[in-house]
């Protein structure tokens, strides 16, 4: 049973315009969220978090939403650029001090010039 | 600065070998995670260290599977026998437990059984 979905398995935009990719979970105990990013042949990089006690946090053109009440959150790449296309990876922590993240499937987001 | 080194990058074997994998973590890093990912599945932890002492295993996914942590720079996750199933990536993450520090992941273990 996936604790964290990402249901568009990939999302292709235009250069310079918004990717927007989404992400549910289903376990109430998950007051932790993360994105990483991860290009081929390499491993995940972390690109941004946030805390259950926050619906926004922001860095640059990523924005990531948290909607605690319908389980939700997206990030938010603006503008979008060619390198950003890579598989985007949705994460959580359950409350208490667990280090287990719990990953998504991933979305591929391709980024046309 | 070193990022989490893993080695070897690519493992082909045949069924049955032991395949022995290996992690050296970010160095302060006081956490370490073995992940492993497949196309059906996606990442999924195995385990995880704290200190060098394994605190959840759960996700190991059978006794053919085990993983030490000998000291602070280095861990193995070891498979015997292997089987064909087992074939998949295999990341390994560090981080500095204090507050929710991300994971750094290393670039992974790409491993074929044949």
């Known amino acids: 049973d996936q604790q964290v979905k990402q249901n568009s398995p990939s999302l292709s935009v235009q250069e310079g315009r918004i990717s927007i990719l989404n992400c549910d979970y289903t376990?109430?105990?998950?007051?932790?969220f993360l994105w990483y990013k991860k290009y081929p042949a390499e491993g995940p990089t972390f690109l941004i978090s946030?805390?259950?006690?926050?619906d926004k946090n922001e860095d640059g053109r990523f924005t990531v939403f948290l909607n605690k009440s319908a389980k939700h959150l997206s990030l938010h790449i603006v503008p979008s650029q060619p390198g950003d296309s890579a598989v985007y990876f949705c994460?959580?922590?359950?409350?208490?001090?667990?280090?287990?993240?719990?990953f998504g499937k991933g979305t591929k987001l391709t980024v046309n010039p | 600065d070193a990022g989490v080194i893993q080695s070897p990058r690519h493992e082909v074997t045949e069924m049955g070998q032991e395949v022995t994998l290996r992690c050296k973590p970010i160095?302060?890093?006081?956490?370490l995670f073995w992940y492993r990912q497949t196309m059906m599945r996606g990442l999924e932890l195995l385990i995880y260290?704290?200190?060098?002492?394994?605190?959840?295993d759960s996700g190991m996914p059978e006794d053919r599977f085990s993983a030490k942590m000998p000291n602070a720079s280095f861990s193995t996750l070891k498979i015997q026998p292997s089987e064909p199933r087992d074939s998949a990536v295999y990341f390994c993450?560090?981080?500095?437990?204090?507050?929710?520090?991300?994971?750094?992941f290393g670039d992974g273990t790409r491993l074929s059984i044949l």
């Open positions: 994460a959580a922590l359950a409350q208490g001090g667990s280090e287990k993240l719990v």
């Open positions: 376990n109430s105990m998950f007051d932790y």
């Open positions: 946030i805390s259950s006690i926050k």
């Open positions: 160095s302060g890093h006081n956490s």
């Open positions: 260290f704290n200190n060098n002492v394994p605190i959840d």
């Open positions: 993450a560090s981080n500095l437990r204090a507050g929710n520090q991300p994971q750094h």
